[in-house]
């Protein structure tokens, strides 16, 4: 039988991950199968090549929403950096996400509090945008 929308690890990636970002999200193996657009309460940071966000409610974040399985989540950690004592890049969270009419539980990858002092704060919350922008 399968899985339900609900019953499956799902991911929210808001940088390089995303469809056509530099790490898109599409070129792991197993695939993972878009689920759709979203954003989450955070604040986006740059970090020169790629964006961290800090999951703090006072702006939205911008995104993608991806089922993954098990072995993607790993490969995942592994880009991201997360160490299992939480001083890694990344931290690994779980966060309620909208999606249509849905509501799911997803991953998403908070840059660590120390990598954020002095980077700039990308107010529109969408990385895509920001790039855009640049020369």
């Known amino acids: 039988m399968p899985q339900s ?3 499956t690890r799902h991911v929210f990636v808001y940088g390089t ?6 790490n898109d999200i599409a070129r792991f193996e197993p695939p993972p ?4 657009y979203a954003s989450v309460h955070g604040t986006l940071y740059d970090l020169g090549g790629y964006p961290g966000v800090v999951l703090d409610g006072s702006g939205r974040v911008a995104g993608e929403v991806y089922a ?9 950690d592994r880009l991201e950096e997360v160490e299992p ?7 690994r969270r779980e966060v309620r996400v909208r ?14 509090p120390s990598r954020i002092a002095g980077r700039r704060v990308i107010g529109s ?10 020369p």
Do not use: K, M, P
């Open 5 to 7: 929308i609900h019953s």
């Open 17 to 22: 991950l995303r469809r056509g970002g530099r």
């Open 33 to 36: 199968l878009f689920v759709g």
């Open 68 to 76: 993954i399985t098990e072995s993607l989540e790993a490969q995942l």
């Open 85 to 91: 004592d939480g001083n890694g890049e990344y931290i």
């Open 99 to 112: 999606v249509g009419n849905d509501e799911l539980a997803c991953l998403v990858y908070e840059i660590h």
């Open 125 to 134: 919350g969408d990385w895509f945008s920001c790039q855009q922008r640049e």
